[in-house]
């Protein structure tokens, strides 16, 4: 009797230039699944002949977070497709209908990478698609198939391609004027591999989730919020070092920003001022929280 098996595969992207990754620069692998990855030009992967199931996918590279997903493999091909991950997040602050086309306007981004025509442009309660391609470059509008009206302070998803992003270690050191979080979570000397790190404030205002079609976004503001992130981008989980790396773009360094860090019942905030540059913080939990009873007490 022939063995039903399906198959997983992807692409890997760098953060921020959203460059596909080389074979040399990663490595990928199943929880639970023998076979090994197989790599290929502009960051493809694939795992064939894999039983169903439900799996852990690891993607890992020098300078790179771990990249972690639960997959669950049936007898159909299964392409990993990340909401939020190879994208371009826009809010609308005009827009004008034509009988060929919907043009919305927005503010200007620098973008390294062409978004195609034709590609996936996603909203809340909007599925359509790009009628010319922009980027890269500096772009402050895009031309949509024509359809119903769009929102101003309406946040789109504009889909390059279907990815995974790996984002940048506690030891990557940016060349730009980044804001780079960096920390250390301990219980006294051990590190908490539970632990995490995730951006809650900026200038003392909260960021609020917005589910868009599927991605979970992060802002701030209201009527014309200013995107943030995915929640990927913003919640950290520490490596087995207890290292956690948030960091910001250059357009973002004068702000203020608020960090939680989590760990089994244990909260503690703190706040980095405005300023570029690469900031680090050790930080015993044993210790924030003897802190936090002495002020009950």
């Known amino acids: 009797m022939t063995e039903v098996t399906g198959y ?3 692409r890997l992207v760098e953060d921020l230039s959203f460059r596909p990754l080389e074979p040399r620069e990663y490595r990928v692998r199943l929880e639970g699944h023998r076979g090994e990855g197989i790599r290929k030009e502009g960051g ?5 002949k894999v039983p169903p199931g439900t799996y852990v996918f690891h ?10 997903q639960e997959v669950k493999v049936t007898d159909a091909p299964l392409v990993l497709r990340p909401p939020g991950e190879n994208e371009l997040w826009v809010t609308v602050t005009a827009s004008r209908d034509t009988p060929d086309f919907r043009e919305v306007q927005f503010k200007a981004v620098n973008l390294t990478r062409v978004i195609r025509a034709g590609a996936a442009v996603l909203g809340k309660g909007l599925e359509t698609r790009l009628l010319h391609a922009i980027g890269p470059g500096e772009e402050a509008a895009a031309r949509l198939e024509p359809g119903d009206p769009i929102a101003t302070g309406s946040i789109l ?3 390059r391609e279907h990815s995974c992003r790996m984002r940048f270690s506690p030891f990557h050191l940016f060349n730009t004027g980044m804001l780079s979080l960096v920390g250390r979570i301990t219980r006294g000397v051990t590190p908490d591999p539970g632990a995490s790190a995730r951006i809650t404030h900026i200038d003392d ?5 917005r589910l868009v079609n599927g991605a979970r976004l992060l802002v701030v503001g209201g009527r014309s919020p200013v995107i943030m992130g995915s929640e990927n981008d913003l919640v950290c989980p520490v490596d087995g070092d207890g290292n956690f790396h948030l960091y910001l773009p250059a357009a973002l360094v004068n702000v203020n920003v608020t960090i939680a860090i989590e760990s089994a019942g244990i909260r503690h905030t703190y706040t ?7 900031r680090f913080r050790k930080i015993d939990l044993l210790e924030t929280s003897r802190e936090t009873e002495a002020l009950k007490s």
């Open 157 to 159: 998803r504009l889909v």
């Open 205 to 209: 205002r909260p960021l609020k989730a």
């Open 44 to 48: 493809f992967f694939c795992f064939p």
């Open 8 to 10: 997983v595969a992807g």
């Open 59 to 68: 993607a890992e590279g020098r300078g790179f977070r771990a990249y972690r």
């Open 272 to 278: 980095e001022p405005g300023g570029g540059g690469r």
